[in-house]
């Protein structure tokens, strides 16, 4: 029997993966500790920096900050500070697992989950873009469409089963998960954004190339998969803008462990700083590194494939309004935007120009934007609803992403005016602790009421949101974060309905404009 696109099928399911999968659940660790997280990144994971393999990424100078960090975080789940917040007993086993994972059925969900992404991003600032608190939402999105997926028939296995199977997996072993969506950055004058590529596509993107009795074989590459290396599995499928493709093979989605044989993750240079005394407090802990992935020749096996060589249930997610996805995101955004705007304000105390008129200004414009974001975390959650799938989903927010990659960028010139070159020039934790330095900095490099250790350091922290490489690093990924803006305004801009607006402006000119007022 010969399959779809001319590949040998077999009606033969992956029993040997589905076996894997089983046991795993059955024997299931529910919620992530410190120490397993770090043991888990301890599994002869191909992963490549500066033209070296790096042996054990929880050792590595690049990585030790960060892995240990998400550690720490990691361990509150088990703190009876936060463990109520973060955990609770999922009902039909009856095991403590991450509220991450936790499938919304009620306001008083909603509300939960909110709490615990505010307690991830509030422990690490806002900083990490790709944290355990955000693909877990992903995944409740596909389970929530499951039976959208099943109605894509494949002789091998049922997509919307090994959606629930694979979520179920994740939620029982508080896995933390990365996802690659976009294509190879080579020539996009061939990948025309949102609409039907017409000629036969070169073979960089990933695609398929063969099926087996196990499953599909995947070769191509994939970017960009920020943490990869600190996760445990990458979920694969297709961008908004890479969704629409002429060839079959192109069209896939799957997830897949983070040591799979043949995958290779390709790392940028670090941006975590540590030259010398100069402190970096955000770029020492939370470099979450963006990655290429190389698949060559990599097996995924029938269980975990989700959609095959046709994108419907994908594109009704992108053109639906369920949103699962977004608290995490939300949450680290308003985050963010504090710390920013605190910074901002504890700089124009230290250095005695808050009451300047302009500098005054620019403090509230920051605020606006601080609380126009709290706002609208309060509308979507308002306007939340019970969808088809069963789930309580978040409220429509379209708008709010784009909102952020504009304004994310003005937070951080407004925090550069305010600061001056002050954010340049900061003597480093060595000059501090120099007998011959300190007395020069005692009296030339204080602020106004405080001493230079207290301004010197609040500058670092300036210096690591508005200056430094990392701080760069994240200004970039705030722009592209959501994806293309443009494409974003244009999808918004025709989804927009101004049906009514526009039919009491045509009512208006419909006749002769009042021009007398006699």
């Not at 795993?24 to 033209?51: K, P």
């Not at 179920?168 to 976009?182: E, P, Q, V, W």
């Not at 963010?336 to 009451?355: F, P, Y």
């Not at 002050?422 to 011959?436: A, F, H, R, T």
Request: aromatic fraction near 10%.
């Amino acid at each position: 029997m010969v399959g779809f696109l001319g590949f040998p099928a077999n009606r033969y399911l992956n029993a040997r993966s589905q076996l894997n999968m089983n046991r795993a659940t059955s024997s299931s660790a529910g919620f992530m500790t410190g120490a397993r997280y770090l043991n888990s990144l301890r599994d002869n994971r191909e992963v490549w920096l500066d033209g070296a393999r790096i042996e054990d990424i929880t050792q590595h100078k690049s990585f030790i900050g960060v892995v240990n960090e998400l550690a720490r975080i990691y361990d509150l789940q088990s703190d009876p500070e936060f463990q109520r917040e973060m955990t609770f007993s999922e009902p039909t086993t009856g095991q403590k697992v991450s509220v991450s994972w936790m499938l919304p059925r009620s306001h008083e969900d909603l509300g939960r989950k909110r709490r615990n992404s505010e307690i991830w991003n509030q422990q690490c600032w806002g900083q990490l873009g790709r944290g355990p608190d955000i693909l877990s939402s992903y995944i409740i999105t596909l389970y929530n469409a499951r039976n959208h997926f099943s109605a894509i028939k494949n002789p091998h296995c049922d997509f919307g089963e090994n959606i629930k199977n694979y979520y179920k997996y994740c939620r029982d072993n508080d896995l933390f998960l990365t996802h690659a969506l976009g294509d190879p950055q080579v020539d996009r004058s061939e990948q025309p954004q949102n609409e039907q590529r017409a000629a036969r596509e070169e073979d960089l993107a990933l695609h398929v190339v063969e099926e087996t009795p196990d499953g599909i074989i995947v070769e191509g590459a994939k970017q960009l998969a920020t943490a990869a290396p600190l996760t445990n599995e990458t979920y694969v499928s297709l961008s908004a803008t890479f969704v629409r493709r002429s060839d079959p093979r192109f069209v896939l989605s799957f997830a897949i462990p983070t040591n799979s044989k043949g995958l290779k993750i390709l790392c940028r240079e670090p941006v975590a700083g540590g030259n010398g005394g100069f402190g970096h407090p955000l770029g020492m802990l939370y470099d979450e590194q963006d990655s290429m992935l190389f698949f060559e020749n990599v097996l995924v096996p029938w269980d975990r494939v989700f959609m095959l060589y046709d994108a419907s249930p994908v594109l009704l997610r992108y053109t639906g309004q369920a949103n699962f996805a977004e608290w995490g995101n939300l949450c680290r955004i308003h985050e963010r935007m504090k710390l920013i705007t605190a910074v901002a304000t504890m700089i124009a105390e230290a250095i005695g120009v808050k009451e300047y008129r302009e500098v005054s200004a620019k403090l509230g414009e920051m605020i606006t934007y601080v609380e126009m974001w709290h706002h609208a975390m309060d509308g979507v959650e308002r306007n939340s609803y019970l969808t088809e799938g069963g789930l309580m989903s978040l409220g429509p927010l379209s708008g709010m992403n784009i909102f952020f990659a504009q304004m994310s960028s003005r937070m951080i010139q407004l925090l550069r005016e305010i600061a001056g070159s002050g954010l340049i020039m900061q003597p480093s934790e060595g000059d501090l602790s120099n007998e011959v330095i300190r007395p020069y900095l005692d009296r030339f490099m204080r602020g106004k009421g405080v001493d230079v250790e207290y301004k010197s350091r609040l500058y670092r922290l300036a210096n690591d949101l508005a200056v430094s490489p990392f701080g760069m690093r994240q200004e970039v990924y705030e722009y592209w974060h959501g994806g293309d803006p443009n494409r974003n305004r244009i999808n918004l801009l025709n989804q927009y309905d101004q049906t009514e607006i526009m039919g009491r402006i045509k009512d208006l000119i419909s006749k002769p404009l009042a021009n007398n007022a006699g």
